[in-house]
């Protein structure tokens, strides 16, 4: 009955597909124990599919386009190919060339494909333009300079050009991405960022070109993310502080191209340049006059990569530029945003003893240039708080007007073998190096070193079909020699012979230093901690599969942090699926942030009293997706996640003591303190001044989703209807009860987008 459904469900998704083109197409025939064609290698423009089932098992022939795929217009030729067939419900993995399971695999491993002869690539341009309607329906809320119903038409231009049989050439001109999925909403309490995933196609396509880093894997890598296409587009930087505003929500892109390609000598090239437009806000000023301002200025983002492969593909050599130049602007951006930043770098990896050994790392340095205030705020950010009254190493440089830095890492693996692989590295980031105008960044003034050993047992027994050990260590300091970072892990995974399973896993901190901990001021003690982690998955095999994942961090403190996530996969049909995510987040936090205030009188923290509080957070959303087929060529996806979430801070009280975890709780240890609306009026005695310290307890319910209907009318031509909403209530709540949260959560005005886009693909 199973081989029937997926007979039957070949038959459906292949018989409606037809080529659009009339030039010669590579024809494959390939038994069913050979073969598995996912939508990923068929997604291409023009393909034509059909299968067979007869005494001899499955078969499956395809038809691609020429012009879809890069080769050499040579009279004979020899192509890499590798074709794998994914039985789910057995489990099985059928491959034409075999890797075992204690090989590296790779493409290294493909097998060959011969007698191609007097074959042509086909027409080298193609063009897709767009045109696209949208309105936005969104509550006023008293803002004069909106309306309740906005409508735009818009149109673009995307193109691709082959300009060698090994280089394509993609240019995209006033792009819109109004069909890929919403972000999901986030509570964030921290001094970061929350990094997104890219998903437009424009930028997903290709991006394997610019990875950069030698290969390495451990978290210093982090230090290599040159390239974090989501800073093109982005939201505005710049805000304006005003009751009644209307700003853009992205940075309009006006144009983009990018080069990649990789040549048959081993060359692999990646170039991407693009201009985001210069944006402005309105907002009311004081005098009940509508004025303009600046929120972001026209900007050019260039990231440049090139790699050669040596030794069959066993070493590899890169490098990898990028700059960001921002136009001139008025002293409100420049003060705000650097006016350019660069970075480069030079990446290695080698592998030996048949791929088993593998060694990596990379060089890379930044400048970053700006106004005196820009540089400024830069020293001062989260990522680096040279600011820090303690620190030895570090100092502000108020009257500087760039900074440098630089990054480099190494990384020794044992990757393959039948049981033990493990790793080894070391690497450093220094204070300086800034990457986050086009990358991505969250730490410097780092020096880090780690190893891990794995033991895999993959042979099946009794018990366990596959089962797993894993244990390592990290160590983190800053440029001061202070260890800020330390952690003993252990991590075990076991696959049941049904199928299931179960994966368990502890961390342990011990006490060390925190640089972060004040948000720029004096170090901080971390209490010891640890944090236990436990998951169980069930049977892929069946329609209806599902994941469990606990986790618990606790520190000697008394914060107490518990997440529980369940994902369920329903996949009874094979016209439709259905996914849920929810998850509960619990968190006890002994000293959460709130602020610092000047206070002269406070010499034993070098002048300032950093303001924290106990905090109890509850936080509770659900992920939805429904995906749905009514034709190869017609879908639906479906987007949902509702989320709430309540944050009650206790009494603030103040950090005492540099080096140390101390505090004082203000009414109770120190001074008085009283209510006043939404914030607290601070007397901490001694003559010193009263302050006032904001209440950051909040509630939020926020519904995030989106609809999109999709039709391909025919081959790479598609339409688009995309229905977008987003509730947003933040109105405070005394405490978190559930049910009055879900019965409040569709009680605040919805901002609904409906989109309707029509694409046409032709090859001129």
């Avoid at 818009?154 to 240019?171: E, M, P, Q, V």
């Avoid at 970061?192 to 894997?217: D, L």
């Avoid at 660069?342 to 990896?349: E, I, K, Q, W």
């Avoid at 982690?533 to 095999?541: E, F, G, Q, V, Y």
Wanted: aromatic letters at 10%; proline letters at 5%.
């Amino acid at each position: 009955a199973a081989a029937q459904r997926e007979r039957q469900l070949s038959e459906a998704r292949w018989r409606s597909l037809a080529s659009h083109s009339s030039d010669v197409a590579m024809l494959c025939s390939v038994d069913a124990q050979l073969l598995f064609a996912t939508e990923a290698a068929l997604s291409v423009f023009g393909y034509r599919a059909e299968d067979l089932v007869d005494a001899d098992g499955w078969s499956v022939e395809m038809r691609v386009p020429f012009s879809q795929l890069r080769f050499t217009p040579a009279d004979d030729q020899v192509w890499g190919l590798q074709l794998e067939r994914i039985i789910d419900r057995r489990q099985e993995i059928a491959m034409f060339a075999f890797s075992p399971r204690s090989a590296q695999g790779g493409v290294a491993s493909f097998g060959d494909l011969a007698g191609l002869r007097g074959i042509r690539p086909g027409r080298p341009l193609e063009l897709v333009p767009y045109v696209l309607s949208q309105g936005d329906f969104a509550p006023t809320r008293g803002n004069a300079l909106r309306d309740d119903r906005e409508l735009q038409v818009n149109a673009g231009l995307d193109a691709r050009y082959r300009i060698t049989s090994n280089l394509t050439l993609a240019a995209t001109v006033n792009p819109d991405f109004g069909q890929v999925e919403v972000d999901p909403a986030v509570i964030n309490l921290t001094a970061f960022e929350t990094r997104f995933e890219e998903k437009r196609p424009f930028f997903v396509e290709g991006s394997s070109n610019f990875r950069f880093g030698g290969n390495v894997t451990f978290t210093g890598a982090s230090a290599a993310n040159l390239l974090y296409s989501r800073r093109i587009g982005r939201a505005p930087q710049v805000g304006i502080r005003a009751d009644q505003v209307d700003a853009p929500a992205a940075t309009s892109i006006i144009g983009a191209a990018k080069l990649t390609g990789k040549t048959a000598s081993g060359w692999s090239l990646g170039v991407v340049d693009a201009v985001t437009a210069r944006e402005r806000g309105r907002f009311v000023d004081g005098g009940g006059l509508a004025q303009g301002a600046d929120v972001e200025p026209m900007t050019n983002y260039f990231a440049g990569r090139l790699s050669r492969e040596l030794h069959a593909g066993r070493s590899a050599l890169g490098a990898m530029l990028t700059a960001v130049n921002r136009a001139d602007a008025d002293e409100r951006i420049s003060g705000a945003l650097r006016s350019g930043a660069y970075t480069g770098g030079l990446d290695f990896s080698h592998e030996w003893a048949n791929r088993s050994w593998f060694v990596g790392g990379f060089l890379s340095g930044s400048l970053v240039q700006g106004s005196e205030q820009a540089i400024l705020l830069t020293q001062r950010s989260p990522t680096r708080y040279l600011q820090r009254p303690d620190a030895e190493a570090l100092g502000l440089e108020p009257d500087a007007t760039s900074l440098t830095g630089a990054a480099a890492t190494v990384q020794l693996r044992k990757q393959a073998g039948v049981h033990w692989t493990g790793d080894a590295w070391v690497g450093t980031i220094s204070p300086g190096y800034e990457i986050n105008d086009l990358g991505f960044q969250q730490s410097a003034d780092r020096h880090m070193m780690g190893v891990g050993v794995r033991y895999t047992q993959r042979q099946p027994g009794a018990v366990f079909r596959t089962w797993n050990l894993f244990t390592g260590t990290e160590n983190h300091s800053n440029y001061d020699r202070e260890v800020v970072e330390q952690r003993v892990f252990f991590f075990g995974q076991f696959q049941h012979v049904s199928y299931w399973t179960l994966s368990l896993g502890t961390r342990l901190e011990p006490p060390v230093m925190s640089d972060r901990f004040t948000r720029g001021g004096p170090l901080a003690r971390r209490p010891n901690g640890r944090v236990m982690t436990a998951s169980l998955t069930s049977d892929p095999r069946k329609p209806l599969g599902g994941l469990l994942r606990l986790s618990r961090q606790v520190d000697e403190s008394g914060t107490d942090i518990r997440d529980v996530n369940f994902s369920m996969d329903v996949r009874s049909s094979p016209r439709w699926n259905l996914s849920l995510g929810p998850s509960y987040t619990s968190a006890r936090v002994d000293a959460q942030f709130v602020t610092a205030v000047a206070d002269p009188t406070m010499t034993a923290t070098f002048g300032r009293r950093y303001i924290f509080a106990p905090l109890d957070q509850t936080e509770l959303s659900v992920v939805t997706r429904l995906n749905y087929t009514f034709t190869p060529d017609m879908t639906l996806e479906l987007y949902a996640q509702p989320l709430i979430a309540h944050g009650d801070y206790g009494t603030p009280k103040q950090f005492q003591k540099p080096s140390a975890y101390e505090f004082a709780t203000y009414g109770e240890d120190l001074g008085t303190i009283r209510r006043d609306g939404r914030s607290f009026v601070v007397s901490p005695g001694n003559s010193a001044a009263t302050f006032r310290v904001a209440d950051r307890s909040f509630t939020t319910r926020s519904v995030r989703g989106n609809a999109v209907l999709r039709w391909e009318y025919r081959p790479g031509s598609t339409f688009y209807a995309v229905w977008q909403q987003e509730r947003l209530n933040a109105l405070l709540m005394d405490q978190f009860g559930l049910n009055r949260a879900v019965g409040t959560l569709f009680e605040s005005d919805a901002n609904n987008v409906l989109v309707l886009k029509w694409t046409y693909w032709f090859n001129p």
